[in-house]
């Protein structure tokens, strides 16, 4: 799955709810080892638009690519039309999601989440998952939960679980939907930590829904703003924060700042 | 009034069980414990039916659930039992039917079949319900790690459902135990097929009824208190609090209905 390209091509991207246009044609590039924080009033689309990119919604036009192959469709005499099960699984194998509210399998210890989709996915032998899931727990700062149920566990300990069952998979693609914003104030900082680890010493590619501004600046290559189903304005950390284009991010800033 | 109770009766059948009555027994618990095994099994297959992407497997589905559910019970057993030989000419079902290892009354073969299919049709609902009551984002997460629907069912979905198909499953296992009386009525002679025997010869009506009543309860009594272990050792893993054996017990007498806490 390798290839000199951008890791992410979306090109034209539209999503309806109904009769609710939530996507009016978004267009994006991620490059390798880049950090792309997405930031938006609620219902510009920025949640959807993540979710597309590992299919969990179908898209109405445009077309998305990961590491150069399509997302969900396949394309027969020039039409796309829904790809089988079995490839969206495979692709989605090499893209990982951080939800809002965790998701953890909450029948599973936090090492068998970690384990689950390495063994049952990728049929890796339990001996060599478990101690690349322990060694994924231990960077996540949680080298004495293993056995741990997530009930047990803190938000910020599920969520940095949730971040270390997605790497099990050594995805091309990390994409992050608020993941702090369902978090106690004071179990954020972990989070983010482990974020920042990701981004700044790892390279790995990310993008991350966020109102985390203090995130941002640190941790981001590009800034992309959307309101209403649109990407309006995009650009570096610095440039971005400091004097946005578009009057509609000024005052989004002003808001959130 | 009270005098006319021959007492020594009920006690003899209270303690002093004879062998046809165990044998009786026996059946009731088999046929009940089969013919609920058959139930879950036809209600998932038919609960996934009902999931299907494919229209005619969904139609199948709700045909199943409305023929089953809605016409009488005695009637399908009726109709599985004689039905094949009545409408079409061939036995459908031998005397005997004949399993390798063991024999099978083929009245009780009949009896089991109808009860479970009858059953399956229950099953499918609760089964459904407890599927839906998993958090959507079950399946999501599981999908977004790269399991393809029926891996994600199995390993993710479905364990979590079973804690909310486990207590409803309960109270449907108590009332099949009861029902399968039913299957006296194609000459299954089980726990009230024995009583009913006893009564038809000595006239004994209130004793035998009694004295069978009470062997209905200790059944159900006893299935409550397995139902009350199993459930608690399905929350272990998501709560931490076990209940004492005092609240089990406890548990395991109250309305079955009540206990049904914990679902949503």
């Known amino acids: 799955m390798s290839s000199n390209g951008p890791v992410l091509r979306a090109e034209g991207v539209e999503k309806r709810f109904g009769r609710l246009e939530v996507l009016k044609g978004v267009s994006l590039e991620v490059n390798p080892r880049e950090v792309v924080c997405v930031i938006g009033p609620s219902g510009s689309g920025k949640t959807t638009f993540i979710r597309c990119i590992n299919h969990l919604e179908k898209i109405d036009a445009g077309r998305i690519e990961v590491n150069g192959h399509l997302i969900g469709y396949r394309e027969r005499s020039g039409k796309l039309v829904e790809d089988t099960e079995r490839n969206i699984a495979r692709q989605r194998a090499e893209i990982g999601m951080v939800f809002q509210r965790f998701n953890l399998f909450p029948h599973k210890t936090a090492l068998e989440n970690v384990i689950e989709a390495p063994t049952h996915v990728r049929g890796i032998a339990k001996d060599e998952a478990v101690r690349q899931g322990r060694a994924l727990l231990e960077r996540v700062g949680l080298a004495d939960k293993f056995d741990t149920y997530p009930g047990k566990l803190s938000g910020g300990q599920q969520q940095r679980v949730a971040i270390a069952r997605a790497l099990a998979m050594n995805p091309a693609l990390m994409l992050f939907d608020e993941p702090t914003s369902a978090l106690d104030p004071e179990v954020i900082g972990e989070v983010l930590d482990v974020m920042k680890a990701l981004a700044l010493d790892m390279g790995t590619t990310m993008i991350v829904v966020t109102h985390e501004m203090g995130f941002a600046r640190e941790a981001a290559d590009r800034m992309v703003m959307m309101d209403d189903g649109r990407i309006i304005e995009e650009g570096p950390p610095l440039h971005f924060f400091d004097s946005p284009r578009e009057e509609r991010t000024k005052r989004f800033l002003s808001k959130i700042l | ?264």
């Open chain 2, 1 to 264: 009034m009270l005098a006319a109770v021959d007492w020594h009766i009920l006690w003899q059948r209270i303690f002093h069980p004879d062998h046809v009555f165990v044998l009786a027994l026996w059946r009731t618990i088999y046929i009940s414990v089969l013919a609920q095994t058959l139930g879950v099994v036809l209600g998932l297959i038919a609960a996934l039916m009902r999931m299907s992407r494919f229209f005619p497997l969904r139609l199948l589905s709700g045909a199943y659930v409305l023929i089953f559910r809605g016409t009488p019970l005695i009637v399908q057993i009726f109709f599985v039992y004689f039905g094949a030989n009545l409408l079409f000419g061939f036995t459908l079902i031998p005397r005997t039917v004949d399993f390798g290892v063991f024999q099978m009354d083929g009245a009780a073969f009949a009896g089991i079949l109808a009860l479970g299919i009858n059953e399956g049709a229950y099953m499918r609902e609760i089964i459904r319900a407890g599927i839906d009551a998993v958090d959507r984002g079950q399946m999501e997460a599981a999908k977004s790690v790269g399991m393809p629907y029926r891996l994600a069912m199995r390993r993710i979905v479905l364990p979590q459902a079973t804690r909310f198909i486990i207590p409803p499953l309960g109270n449907e296992f108590n009332n099949m135990m009861k029902t399968s009386s039913l299957v006296f009525f194609i000459g299954v002679t089980e726990l009230f097929g024995d009583a009913e025997i006893r009564y038809s010869t000595t006239f004994k009506p209130v004793e035998y009824f009694l004295a069978v009543a009470f062997w209905y309860l200790v059944l159900t009594t006893v299935w409550s208190l397995i139902q009350a272990q199993i459930e608690r050792k399905l929350a272990v893993s998501e709560r931490g609090d076990e209940l004492t054996f005092r609240e089990r017990v406890a548990a395991a007498w109250l309305p079955a209905a009540m206990r049904i806490r914990g679902t949503p």
